[in-house]
């Protein structure tokens, strides 16, 4: 992603994972938040943001990724929300 975008912010709310990709890729910006409690934190790190990149990898209950996309929508405006979510997937086939 980072090589065809202007800006790159990765955001999780676990900070081993932040820590991580910190240490993995120390070019590219990464905060430790939960998007819910920090919606004026996110807008301002995804500000002009054109895409949104969603990857819950399956381990967050499919009521926190349904509400978590309008609620990304109205903070942050994008083109486009893609989103990675196995049980989204399981609920949608």
Known sequence: IAQHASHVVGVDTSSSAVDASRAAYPHLQFEHMDVF?????LQELAAGCSVAFVDIGGNRELETVVRLLPFLQRALAPELIVVKSKELWQEMT
């Not at 409690?37 to 934190?41: A, H, L, P, V």
């Open 37 to 41: 409690e920090s919606k004026e934190r």
